[in-house]
């Protein structure tokens, strides 16, 4: 175990990329289920869709998997309460400041 494996509840310290387009459910819980961290990457999912892919990878994985967001998305409120709405204890940022939404996601567990 190392640091990185030890704070995100995962085996091997290898952290699957957000890409929008590409990570869906199935990726991610795919590589959770192999004992890295799976990223479902929100970038180009609607709402609605982030929902969904959450509650499916849930559903396929009882492993630590985590939601990338980035903040210039038009959405981001409704985006980040769905990703505490749904129980995801793992976000990474991309595409702005992460101190913007830090504070308040770390309140919300």
């Not at 459910?25 to 892919?53: E, Y």
């Not at 396929?60 to 204890?89: D, H, R, S």
């Not at 940022?93 to 939404?101: M, R, V």
């Amino acid at each position: 175990m190392n640091r990185i494996t030890s704070l995100l509840g995962i085996q091997y310290p290898i952290i699957q990329g957000g890409m929008v387009w590409c990570s869906g459910w199935r990726l991610a819980s795919a590589v959770s289920n192999a004992g890295g961290l799976g990223l479902l990457g929100a970038g180009s999912m609607h709402p609605d869709v982030l929902r969904d892919h959450i509650q499916k990878c849930k559903l396929a994985t009882i492993k630590p998997f985590g939601v990338n967001v980035p903040l210039m998305y038009p959405q981001i409120e409704e985006i980040m309460n769905i990703i505490v709405e749904e129980g995801v204890k793992i976000v990474f940022t991309s595409a702005g400041n992460p101190k913007t939404w830090t504070s308040w996601l770390k309140e919300k567990g």
